[in-house]
C-alpha cells in the first residue's frame, strides 16, 4: 500500500504493531498536515489503479496490527472474514465514526462489523454513498493524526 511518509524515519515503525495517536510524536510536521486532510492516502490511487486495491472497501492493516493487546485476528471473531474482497481507500466503518485509532476491542469489533456489513451489503450505490460520505469525513477532521 502506497502512502507518503509522514513520520521521521528513525521514529517510524516497519512492522505497523505501533498505532499512530493523536499528537504522536513520531509524525514530522508536513506529516501531521497530511494526515489531517488525508492527503497522504493519495498514493492508493496508483494501487487501485494496479488493481490492488479499491476506492472503497475495508481498510488495509498492518498484519501486526493491534486490537487493545492483542493482534486483530485473536482479538475479533470474523476478522480475516474482512479479507474476501480488495482493501479500499476508504469504507464504510470510516465513514460512521471509526476513522483513526483503534485503541480498544470494542472499537475493533465495531470496525469489523461495519467492514463485514459492508462486503454483505455491497453495491454500487453504497460505495457512491460511502465515497460521497469520505468527504464529509475529511472536512470534519475527526479522529484524522
Excluded: C
Aim: hydrophobic share 40%; net charge positive.
Amino acid at each position: 500500500v502506497l502512502k507518503f511518509r509522514t513520520m521521521h524515519t528513525n521514529l517510524g515503525d516497519a512492522s505497523g504493531a505501533a498505532r499512530t495517536t493523536r499528537n504522536d510524536p513520531r509524525l514530522t510536521r508536513v506529516g501531521r498536515v497530511l494526515r489531517t486532510f488525508s492527503l497522504d492516502e493519495l498514493p492508493q490511487l496508483m494501487n487501485v489503479l494496479a488493481g490492488q486495491m479499491s476506492l472503497v472497501g475495508p481498510r488495509p492493516h498492518a498484519i501486526t496490527m493491534r486490537a487493545g493487546s492483542q493482534l486483530y485476528h485473536e482479538a475479533v471473531h470474523q476478522y480475516l472474514d474482512r479479507h474476501r474482497v480488495k482493501p479500499g481507500i476508504t469504507g464504510w466503518s470510516q465513514v460512521n465514526g471509526l476513522r483513526g485509532e483503534i485503541d480498544t476491542i470494542e472499537k475493533a469489533q465495531a470496525r469489523v462489523r461495519y467492514d463485514l456489513q459492508y462486503i454483505e451489503n455491497w453495491s454500487i450505490w453504497l460505495d457512491l454513498k460511502i465515497l460521497l460520505m469520505s468527504f464529509r469525513a475529511i472536512v470534519s477532521r475527526e479522529n484524522a493524526y
